[in-house]
């Protein structure tokens, strides 16, 4: 649980699942942790985000572009890959100097979220047993594939952001000749002060993983869990905020007793449990945003990016794609009942029961991704 400026390490347990043990989000070790993270963070501060707006507006626009084509054919819009391809190409273009173009592709490159959601679903397996993922890799390519192809699409995800590093790092030494500053997030980690041991291709893989997938499933899907919704009322992705306290006991006081959790014991809530509590948020299913402005306290008790020295590196990245993306698309794309300014979305077979959680995959799945044989390819459609 989030603690301050207090020591707290991750669960080994729940960041086993990644298999991405030299990323600084799945480290363990809280004092590692810092040391990773610092070479990131000035990257994601509010400062350097308010610079990249043109990118972020130019993206926007690109989308829009797209938007303004299926309204042509008639045809139905996967929101969920769509926004996917928009925080794609900017998390890319942002860590590796280059955009992706999935906003350009065919379907918006769809294909990633067959991957994730292999992914996920092979996650309650991790979890649970250390020796899971290992065997995944040691097994062939063929098996996998039989198994879960979205999953055995994952492993090989590697190649694709192996490609990416390289790629950076050619641009990086031709800067370097030319003496210009370091301009991507790479560059910036690669020019940090983190031992050279530690800049092996390895970790600089496994941090490339973590941001791209980071920087792409999690907004993407509260993007479109708030279009479907017809608000900004996302309740889009929630994950375990799950630490423990390697050198001092921690106390819990249940209102009848106070009980003493020895040191190193894994502690930690789901978000859901938060946030849907009655008893911290009155009528939390409703869309109520002045509830934040009638009690200002509230806010200490909002987890959707964690809070202390392991809150999400790139909340502010994430606010700016929010605000920007949300405001854009509803100011030109409204609904039936307060139309935007060029035409109004519709929601094709979705209702908001099927944004009710239905599963747990670390992450949590709403019904219709849970229920689709397609999972997330089938979470929302929009038609125009």
């Known amino acids: 649980m989030p603690a301050g400026g207090r020591r707290r390490n991750k ?26 993270r610092g070479a990131m963070s000035k990257f994601f501060s509010k400062e350097l985000i308010r610079r990249i707006e043109p990118m972020m507006n130019l993206n926007v626009e690109k989308l829009l572009v797209g938007l303004r084509e299926f309204q042509e054919t008639g045809e139905q ?98 800067s370097h000749q ?36 980071a920087g792409t499933e999690t907004t993407s899907l509260t993007l479109s869990c ?25 106390k819990y006081d249940d209102g009848k007793k106070v009980w003493l959790i020895p040191p190193g014991t894994d502690v930690g809530m789901a978000t859901p449990l938060i946030h849907l509590n009655p008893k911290i948020f009155q009528n939390p299913l409703v869309f109520n945003p002045d509830r934040f402005i009638e009690d200002p306290s509230l806010k200490r008790n909002l987890m959707s990016f964690s809070h202390g020295s392991r809150q999400c590196l790139g909340m502010q990245l994430a606010y700016a ?40 995959r670390f992450v949590s799945y709403p019904k219709k991704m849970e229920q689709s044989r397609e999972g997330f390819l089938s979470a929302t459609a929009i038609v125009l």
């Not at 890319?92 to 999935?102: D, I, K, L, P």
């Not at 698309?329 to 979305?345: A, I, N, Q, T, Y």
């Open 11 to 36: 669960c080994v347990r729940l960041m086993q699942m990644f298999g991405l043990v030299k990323a600084s989000a799945a480290t363990i070790d809280y004092d590692l942790h810092r040391m990773r």
């Open 77 to 174: 819009i996967n929101c969920l890959a769509m926004f996917g391809a928009f925080t794609n190409d900017l998390i890319s273009e942002y860590a590796f100097g280059f955009n992706t173009n999935w906003l350009g592709a065919p379907n918006f490159h769809a294909a990633f979220y067959h991957m994730m959601d292999g992914f996920h679903k092979f996650g309650p397996l991790a979890v649970q047993f250390l020796w899971f993922i290992p065997m995944i890799n040691a097994i062939s390519k063929t098996l996998r594939q039989s198994m879960n192809p979205g999953g055995n699409k994952f492993l090989e995800f590697k190649q694709e952001l192996l490609s990416n590093i390289d790629k950076t790092s050619k641009a990086k030494a031709a």
């Open 178 to 213: 030319e003496g210009k500053e370091a301009k991507t997030l790479f560059d910036e980690i690669s020019a940090s002060k983190i031992l050279e041991m530690k800049k092996q291709r390895s970790r600089l893989l496994d941090k490339a993983r973590n941001i791209s997938i």
């Open 226 to 250: 708030s279009n479907s919704r017809g608000s900004w009322n996302s309740n889009g992705y929630r994950n375990r905020q799950t630490r423990n306290a390697p050198d001092q006991f921690m």
């Open 321 to 360: 794609e929010l605000y920007l993306m949300l405001a854009s698309l509803w100011r030109k794309f409204g609904c039936k009942e307060d139309k935007g300014d060029e035409d109004w979305l519709e929601l094709y077979q979705t209702d908001k029961t099927d944004f009710e959680i239905a599963a747990d």
